[in-house]
């Protein structure tokens, strides 16, 4: 089950003041991100402080696309006190959204044909990873970063296959089965075939060593700590960092897949 509405909340707050206490720490606004090589940190910075007010916009217009928040909304400061305000600002106008709209209210979102509903929560949901993740490229810039919590990580996988990766658009290879194991204890299956991309939740610890054995084996399985799977997804750690067993060409291809081409 997906956390809590509330949950998620806290922990959007939490994640941000994180990533706003990193901002703080670097020596320099200017230097490089390395897990977003084209960004500076203050770039990062003002991806999330724009992102947050654009969505906060968002879940407030309900199903209606909104209009951008970034339209005559203040810009992100270059001095590093008025930047922090701004941020904590852009956060707060996320959580007051997302609080007066609740979890089940119909909202725009880009994932129309996911397994992931349209809803305030929803987004809420990808919020807290959006967060979490660019929190963890901006203490990796700083040299201090932290791994995922097993709480935001474990949601975070699944909230991953269910939103960004499953769709209905055909999968332009034979059909596939890529399995990831939590070793927290979750487990899941991301189904590829012409009908789409599906993630199902698969039965058992998710301990015990991965393989490929028998006729309902993936052609790939991942094994590694929740926190490890989702920087994997997201791009941060390449997938070798985990224990693989079967075609690692599958992940390649699932990366470079574009479902929208």
Not at 46 to 72: F, L, M, N, Y
Not at 204 to 213: K, L
């Amino acid at each position: 089950m997906p956390l809590e509405f509330p949950v998620l909340l806290r922990l959007i707050d939490e994640r941000s003041t994180a990533f706003r206490a990193a901002v703080a720490s670097a020596p320099s606004l200017d230097v490089q991100v390395p897990t977003c090589p084209e960004w500076t940190l203050f770039d990062l910075a003002q991806h999330i402080g724009e992102g947050r007010r654009d969505w906060a916009a968002t879940v407030a217009a309900g199903p209606a696309p909104a209009k951008s928040a970034a339209e005559g909304a203040p810009v992100a400061p270059r001095e590093r006190e008025s930047l922090l305000a701004w941020l904590a600002e852009s956060t707060e106008q996320l959580l007051d959204a997302l609080r007066k709209a609740g979890p089940d209210r119909g909202c725009w979102t880009w994932w129309g044909t996911s397994q992931s509903p349209e809803t305030s929560g929803a987004v809420a949901r990808h919020q807290l990873q959006q967060m979490a993740v660019h929190t963890y490229d901006a203490q990796i810039t700083v040299g201090a970063p932290q791994p995922l919590s097993a709480e935001v990580a474990l949601d975070g996988v699944d909230e991953f296959l269910s939103t960004c990766v499953a769709t209905a658009s055909a999968w332009p290879h034979k059909p596939a089965t890529v399995d990831f194991h939590a070793s927290e204890g979750r487990s899941w299956r991301l189904s590829l075939s012409a009908d789409g991309a599906r993630t199902t939740r698969l039965p058992g610890s998710g301990t015990g060593p991965a393989t490929t054995a028998g006729p309902d084996a993936a052609g790939l399985s991942a094994r590694g700590t929740a926190g490890e799977l989702a920087l994997i997804l997201h791009g941060r750690i390449p997938i070798d960092s985990v224990e693989l067993d079967g075609d690692q060409r599958l992940f390649d291809q699932l990366s470079a897949w574009d479902p929208d081409e």
